[in-house]
């Protein structure tokens, strides 16, 4: 797409747009029953146009792509309310939104009023002079700075290619993992199932068709396990920078302390409480990796799902605490009762064994005398690993902070052709 494509005359970057010139209407305040991607052609030339048009770089905004909505796979509503391609605030939308397709409404569920009105906020933020200024403007935290430049620092030394290379990688390692979940969950259920006992004919022929489906499970989970592995191995080569690796599923560390599902905010959320005792329930998809918060040895582990717990363990960590992991839909081979494993080491996948309503990880301490959700080392992955449910947080508490050093800038410096 290049600016004489485009059907609309398109709003400079100097002031926002005028009172009830830009409306959202209670349908736009919604996602669509079918949501238009695009494809890596042209979101490239998208990107492009946007950036020539606002003097902005593409790489930026190609970084806030991907780190807002995965590429426009997850639009929201965010739990703060955010939405669309570009995820804006609806009042932030109002003053900056854009109609570059030229259909008459300023959508931010349409990629190119998106991705152009992104482009003129962050002009208007300064960006055509200091892009770490308008990043910030964009959102307001110093890690979210960081993984931008460092994503867009990626895409300017590997182009557009590297981008997709790299979700397509991402989408990948993601179905490979819920796919291995799936198969071992369903493996777990019909190994739990009552054996029909007795030598009677039938009760043979049903023995023998158990087995057949024991086998059928058993293959089916080596065959999962084994691709996961080998995109596993792939994406480990790609998680070179810290932006990459969040993309792809891997660890946030953080002072000594790793956040225990991977995913990112687009889909690993969080409530400020629980149901009932303290402890935190982490939404995830099924198959979402799971890593140990911190370094320690796993005291006890079981692969045989706990009536209440489903398949779990406990972690002792160094400062003496047990962590309590439930309802994975499997364990890693080396989380094992005895092992020794470092802050992100995956110790499974999310699942929903046990007395589980849906896939997520329960995270507890061993006695559940302490919301771990109020810790600060918890609430220093918000927005980077993961959002509060309904946008509300817990006050943070000072217990476990160990080695946490608040996340912020790096002071690193960044500069893109144009």
């Known amino acids: 797409m290049h600016r004489a494509d485009l059907f609309a005359v398109l709003p400079d970057a100097v002031a926002p747009n005028a009172p009830g010139s830009v409306t959202l209407s209670a349908e736009l305040l919604r996602p669509p029953a079918t949501p238009s991607l695009r ?34 796979r997850h639009m929201g509503p965010s739990s703060a309310g955010a939405l669309g391609w570009m995820q804006f605030m609806p009042a932030t939308w109002v003053r900056w939104g854009v109609d570059a397709d030229g259909d008459g409404v300023a959508n931010p569920w349409v990629a190119e009023d998106a991705v152009y009105a992104a482009a003129r906020y962050l002009a208007a933020a300064g960006g055509t002079r200091n892009v770490s200024r308008a990043i910030f403007a964009y959102n307001h935290a110093g890690w979210y700075v960081d993984r931008v430049l460092k994503l867009a620092a990626v895409y300017e030394a590997g182009g557009t290619e590297l981008a997709f290379g790299l979700d397509r990688l991402a989408v990948d390692l993601a179905a490979a993992r819920a796919r291995l979940a799936e198969a071992s969950q369903l493996l777990e259920r019909e190994q739990a199932a009552r054996a029909p006992a007795g030598r009677s004919v039938a009760n043979r022929t049903a023995q023998g068709a158990r087995q057949a489906r024991l086998a059928s499970l058993e293959a089916a989970v080596t065959a999962a396990r084994a691709a996961a592995d080998r995109l596993q191995s792939s994406a480990a080569g790609a998680s070179f920078s810290p932006a990459t690796a969040a993309s792809l599923g891997a660890p946030l560390l953080v002072g000594g302390y790793a956040f225990p599902v991977g995913g990112g905010p687009g889909t690993v959320s969080v409530p400020a409480g629980h149901h009932d ?10 198959g979402s990796p ?17 009536p209440r717990c489903g398949i779990g363990l406990l972690l002792r960590t160094g400062d003496g605490r047990g962590w309590v992991y439930c309802h994975l839909a499997v364990l890693d081979p080396a989380a094992v009762t005895g092992a020794r494993v470092s802050a992100g080491t995956q110790l499974g996948l999310v699942g929903a064994t046990g007395e589980a309503t ?27 690993a993961f959002a509060w449910q309904g946008g509300v947080a817990p006050a943070a508490t000072s217990s476990g902070l160990g080695g946490f050093t608040p996340v912020g800038s790096g002071g690193d410096v960044f500069t893109f052709t144009r």
């Open 290 to 306: 799971v890593y140990a918060l911190m370094a320690g040895t796993i005291e006890r582990s079981w692969q045989s799902p706990d």
């Open 358 to 384: 849906g896939p997520h990880l329960h995270l507890q301490l061993e006695r559940a005398d302490a919301w771990p959700q109020r810790e600060a080392w918890f609430t220093a992955f918000a927005g980077q």
């Open 39 to 72: 494809d890596p052609e042209r979101l490239q030339r998208l990107w492009r146009a946007a950036g020539e048009t606002y003097d902005v770089p593409w790489q930026v905004l190609a970084a806030i792509n991907a780190v807002e909505s995965d590429f426009g």
């Open 277 to 286: 005792y303290p402890a935190a329930d982490i939404a995830a998809p099924g």
